[in-house]
């Protein structure tokens, strides 16, 4: 149980469009996700806190519309790099804690690698 | 401030050697902890975590943790490391209401045959 998947696994854009990147939860609801980026041979970086039915919470730091999460239901959030630059190429990683039972706890999904050209 | 600091940044153990990894953390409240593994091409796996009642939690994979309050430490350990272990390990605190992580920076394991 409590399996989150990330879809694409790798992306390979050109500078100046725009990246999609689903995470769903696939055997339980979240009302909370999050979006994390990591570094090569780094720890994550909190992007943002998406809330289903209302907007993200971003950290400081992290540009909202570059960056734009949507958490449409209760088992998916999106994350939309918007007009894409080689300094965006990064892992980034979601992940979900489960609204029953409440655990508190994040389950990671497998991230998606955008190489940005 | 709140902040995970994991003193190790790389550590090479013999197969069948046992291992701790050590995990500080600075945290007013009663803290919520967990570590996570990641290997190679893969997400992070939830090994352990620490909400309350006894100290010694044990997690997947034969690893355990002690929670030290006094110390301000929540330590991974494993008594007979396997050459699968060779991973990323993470530590991190949660935080706030909504109880985002604090991250500590990462121990690599590398396990010598």
């Known amino acids: 149980g409590a399996v989150v998947s990330q879809h694409p696994s790798r992306v390979i854009c050109k500078s100046g469009t725009s990246v999609k990147i689903e995470c769903r939860s696939l055997?339980?609801?979240?009302?909370?996700m999050f979006w994390y980026r990591q570094f090569p041979k780094q720890s994550l970086m909190l992007m943002a806190t998406?809330?289903?039915?209302?907007?993200?919470?971003?950290e400081q730091g992290v540009e909202k519309d570059k960056f734009l999460i949507n958490h449409a239901s209760l088992t998916l959030s999106t994350l939309t790099v918007t007009s894409a630059h080689p300094e965006d190429s990064s892992f980034y990683i979601c992940?979900?804690?489960?609204?029953?039972?409440?655990?508190?706890?994040?389950?990671f999904g497998p991230g998606t690698r955008l190489t940005v050209l | 401030a709140q902040s995970v600091t994991q003193p190790d940044i790389h550590i090479t153990v013999s197969e069948g050697a046992s291992l701790e990894l050590r995990c500080n953390y600075s945290?007013?409240?009663?803290?919520?902890l967990f570590w996570y593994v990641q290997s190679p091409g893969q997400g992070l796996q939830l090994l352990l975590k620490?909400?309350?009642?006894d100290t010694l939690v044990q997690g997947i994979k034969g690893f355990e943790a002690e929670f030290k309050r006094s110390q301000s430490s929540f330590n991974l350990r494993k008594p007979s490391v396997h050459w699968s272990d060779a991973a990323e390990y993470f530590c991190a605190v949660g935080a706030g209401n909504n109880r985002k992580l604090i991250w500590g920076l990462g121990t690599s394991l590398a396990v010598n045959p």
């Open positions: 998406s809330n289903e039915g209302s907007k993200a919470t971003y």
């Open positions: 992940s979900a804690s489960p609204d029953r039972p409440s655990t508190d706890t994040q389950y």
């Open positions: 945290y007013g409240a009663t803290p919520y």
């Open positions: 055997d339980f609801q979240a009302t909370t």
């Open positions: 620490y909400f309350s009642g």
